[in-house]
């Protein structure tokens, strides 16, 4: 079942942050846990402040989100209530972030799919103001990412590091090239869509894996392209 289709009946019950946190259990590595609806509840009150953070929420934000959540045109009228009811009664997006981190801090690619997710809320409107990238900071953070995993992130979507293949790749700029090819190994493997989804992870993290991982490889190219290991082209 999708997030979309369980937040779909689910109204202003499932935006209660106090909530008690159930035990995690052993499920596929990029899955929530089946029907967790306090999962649900926190990603897309984490989407709706996104949209808002900036003051506003923009047509192209709903939109996005929409899309990412595989909502249907019909359901467009269902998914501005439910930002608005998110908007309206979500307490402590904070505390949501650092819920479902600390719950699912053994599947990192299950939270750096939500976090994909926010970013490409956050960039739908053609700009990223600095409340939003403070806010994504805080999510990653609550999600327990360092800056380097975070910067690496954000290189992937947005900001001033996209044009960097080195910070894509979360490595530095003298890095030895065995250890590009590693990195750029273990950010396929675990980015891939189809591994993604192969793992459990949600048809809605898919749109942006998809981003990502073209993100990922056009950075390999072109290190190896600036290291005269392949022609540049």
């Known amino acids: 079942m999708s997030l979309w289709q369980l937040l779909i009946d689910g109204g202003k019950r499932l935006f209660d942050p106090d909530t008690p946190e159930e035990p995690v259990?052993?499920?596929?590595?990029?899955?929530?846990?089946?029907?967790?609806?306090?999962?649900?509840?926190?990603?897309i009150g984490l989407s709706?402040?996104?949209?808002?953070?900036?003051?506003r929420v923009s047509d192209a934000e709903v939109m996005m989100f929409s899309r990412i959540f595989r909502a249907s045109p019909e359901d467009a009228a269902q998914v501005r209530r439910v930002f608005r009811i998110a908007q309206q009664t979500v307490r402590g997006y904070e505390a949501y972030a650092r819920k479902i981190g600390k719950k699912y801090s053994a599947r990192p690619c299950l939270l750096e799919g939500v976090l994909d997710g926010l970013f490409m809320i956050a960039g739908a409107d053609g700009a990223v103001t600095s409340d939003e990238m403070d806010y994504l900071r805080t999510v990653a953070e609550a999600f327990g990412f360092d800056e380097?995993?975070?910067?690496?992130?954000?290189?992937s979507h947005l900001g001033p590091d996209r044009d960097d293949p080195y910070h894509i790749l979360g490595v530095a700029h003298d890095a030895a090239f065995d250890d590009i090819r590693r990195a750029y190994r273990r950010l396929m493997a675990d980015n891939h869509p189809d591994r993604l989804v192969g793992n459990g992870a949600p048809r809605e993290f898919e749109l942006a894996a998809h981003d990502k991982a073209?993100?990922?490889?056009?950075?390999?190219?072109?290190i190896r392209a600036e290291r005269g290991l392949i022609a540049a082209n």
């Open 148 to 155: 380097t995993t975070f910067r690496r992130i954000r290189a």
């Open 25 to 43: 259990g052993s499920e596929q590595a990029c899955a929530p846990d089946p029907n967790d609806v306090g999962f649900t509840a926190a990603v």
């Open 214 to 222: 073209a993100a990922i490889t056009g950075a390999y190219a072109r």
């Open 48 to 55: 709706a402040k996104m949209a808002a953070a900036d003051g």
